[in-house]
């Protein structure tokens, strides 16, 4: 779709900028970027760039080097170097605690290079494939596995050249270091993904990188053997992965404490997020695509169903679901037909009705065993079944409802109501989430929408101070010392000052926290600034090592395919994003010289952009900046 003119809009400084600079800035670029440029039908105008030496020459913060071998060439240095003791087998763990997807024995490292086996890639690659669900946009999602512990993911998806550098004057975003490449880097444009970076490092620095979301539970009324004669209210904490089966682990919790019927209702109060719902079909009339999910106070699984099909024969496939929703019919089988496997708003077409799920076309024999995720339309709705199922799974029943609201507990029970107003002082169960570290690594290494967002939020909920204080009910946690009810607007409002109070750029112009949105924008110079900024910062390890890497992972894993012989195979650390009319990417890139970089390539333009096209020229870019 076009950029509207909102996203095409410049700030008065930015024009001001962009009319004293001088022709070169805004037409010389390395011949390799010029070339990308003509080969892709792009002029110079429709790309902003920034590259910016960062820290000390050879004093690198980045990670090792990543260099891709073969299974037999990892084997082979691995006996080498197991023998003389020079490098020592890695984990297969990687630095933010997840299992790492990169899973090979034959991985090793030191200090300045780690090997991972092509072989290794290549399952990553299949892997993400097979679960693609749209090219540019991903997902990360639990595996269909029953073990109650698991946490373990499946992410499903977002030359050189001799030529003279201009030289130019530094901009403001590094008043310090001269640029090695700027050009239009303070033209305001629509960032797409690259925008995560923001919100992902304003909470490593406002909430550090060890914060986590408690998910607590409370009741009402009395417990008596294993019942409860009253309700269970569980209070939302916005924890951007709260999974089917972490969920699991929550309500299993609450059975350890002994609860096993309550007589009143299940109440979950997602209160801590206001006024956060949207439309799911508002951006781009695609509302069953997961990335499209609003976020929510108590998120559950992403507000995303996993489909998963099983070919029975050729006319007929076996169909589970995970998670399974309570009081709601889904087809256990469906037809076949001869036609390719696609996402599932072709392949199914499917339609979430009241009380069932619809699904209008047979599936295609090409699909075989094959996951389909599908966004559900209501994220309260979905929370109160998924609840309710998992409730039962575990062997609990429930005289009453589960009822999802937007406001504090309240005695909707009618049948307690002399002690429902009651609410226990202490929680009898409190669930941590994965920790900060952890949540944006899924972020930025695939593109994860709604997680992005609930992390955006919480800016204004766990901000220093904003601990809820009800001093009329103080008789319980559940109201006093609860997270401050926050909305988008004043979430929004403390990443501006964030970025007024620690960098010295326009702030940029947000209206979510993921992208995925054409009205907002930055600039490369914002990028360029808040990269180096955060270079120099304690919790700069877990910001890096959250972006994919240039040819092995993450949404810029392709890289190689498209450039093999890249220079920056392996030591690029990138988040990309893609709309229709924008590709962009930001990171960093440790050069050939020892010299690290912050690098930012924006392209927007004003007709739809096919992004098979215009990724190599950021590509190019990429490649000359490692080559420096």
């Known amino acids: 779709m076009p950029i509207t003119q909102t996203s095409r809009r410049l700030s008065s400084i930015s024009i001001a900028l962009v009319m004293l600079a001088p022709i070169s800035a805004q037409a010389v670029l390395p011949a390799p970027i010029l070339e990308a440029l003509t080969k892709a039908e792009l002029a110079p105008a429709d790309i902003s760039i920034m590259v910016i030496p960062i820290g000390q020459k050879d004093s690198s913060r ?5 260099q891709v071998v073969t299974l037999d060439e990892a084997s082979t240095d691995k006996a080498s170097t197991d023998k003389d003791g020079s490098v020592e087998a890695s984990t297969d763990k990687n630095s933010t605690g997840n299992d790492s997807t990169l899973t090979s024995t034959q991985k090793t490292s030191t200090k300045n290079q780690q090997l991972i086996a092509q072989q290794d890639i290549n ?47 530094a901009p403001s975003s590094s008043p ?44 009402t009324g009395l417990i008596v053997g294993n019942r409860l004669q009253g309700d269970l209210i569980i209070q939302g904490s916005g924890d951007p992965k709260m999974t089917h089966e972490r969920l699991r682990q929550l309500l299993y919790q609450v059975t350890k404490a002994g609860i096993r019927h309550v ?66 019919q889904l087809p256990s089988s469906i037809g076949t037909r001869q036609a390719a496997c696609a996402q599932a708003s072709s392949s199914l077409a499917p339609d979430w009705q009241a009380d069932k799920l619809v699904l209008n076309a047979s599936l295609p024999v090409s699909c075989a065993e094959h996951v389909f995720y599908v966004a559900y339309p209501d994220a309260k709705d979905f929370g109160a079944r998924v609840v309710a199922s998992k409730w039962q799974q575990l062997g609990n029943t429930l005289d009453g409802r589960v009822i999802a609201q937007d406001m504090p507990y309240q005695a909707i029970s009618r049948r307690h109501k002399s002690y429902a107003n009651a609410v226990s002082p202490l929680p009898i169960a409190s669930y941590p989430s994965l920790n900060l570290t952890q949540q944006i690594y899924d972020i930025n290494h695939f593109s994860n929408n709604v ?18 204080k009800n001093t009329s009910t103080v008789n319980s946690l559940y109201y006093y010392g609860a997270p401050k009810m926050t909305d ?34 930055l600039s490369a110079a914002n990028l360029g600034e808040l990269l180096s900024y955060a270079y120099t910062h304690p919790s700069f390890d877990a910001y890096v090592s959250s972006l994919g890497v240039a040819g092995v992972s993450g949404t810029i894993s392709s890289h190689s395919q498209r450039f093999p ?64």
């Not at 702030?507 to 992208?515: F, V």
């Open 451 to 468: 997680m992005t967002e609930q992390v955006a939020l919480s800016l204004g909920a766990y901000s220093s101070g904003n601990a809820q």
């Open 176 to 219: 310090h270091r001269q640029p090695l490449l700027t050009h239009q880097a303070d033209i305001a444009r629509t960032p797409a993904s690259t925008m995560k970076l923001i919100p992902s490092f304003i909470a490593l620095d406002t909430l550090g990188a060890d914060f986590v979301w408690h998910t607590r539970v409370y009741h």
């Open 565 to 628: 012989e890249s220079a920056a195979i392996g030591r690029a650390w990138i988040k990309t994003g893609t709309l229709n009319n924008v590709t962009s990417m930001a990171g960093y890139v440790k050069g050939l010289s020892g010299q690290d970089y912050a690098v930012v390539g924006i392209i927007n333009t004003e007709q739809a952009l096919n992004a098979y096209r215009a990724r190599p020229v950021l590509d190019a870019l990429l490649d000359w900046s490692a080559q420096r």
């Open 62 to 66: 980045l990670p090792p080097i990543v």
């Open 263 to 328: 007589d009143g209702d299940i109440i979950v109060d997602s209160t801590i997020f206001a006024n956060v719902t949207k439309d799911p079909a508002a951006f781009d009339n695609a509302p069953l695509r997961p990335y499209n999910a609003s976020p929510d106070g108590f998120l559950i699984n992403f507000n995303t169903v996993g489909i998963r099909s099983y070919l029975v024969d050729n006319n007929s496939a076996k169909l589970t679901y995970k998670p399974t929703l309570a009081n709601y």
């Open 123 to 169: 399952e990553q690659e299949r892997q993400l494939n097979s679960y693609t669900d749209d090219p540019y946009t991903h997902l990360s999602l639990d595996p269909f596995d029953d073990t109650i512990s698991n946490d373990k993911l499946i992410h499903d998806t977002d030359g050189s050249s001799n030529a003279e550098t201009p030289t130019l004057p």
């Open 488 to 521: 988008y607007p004043q979430a929004l409002a403390r990443i501006d000052d964030w970025w007024r109070t620690h960098l010295s750029t326009p702030p940029p112009y947000l209206t979510n926290g993921s992208g995925l949105c054409r009205e907002c924008t």
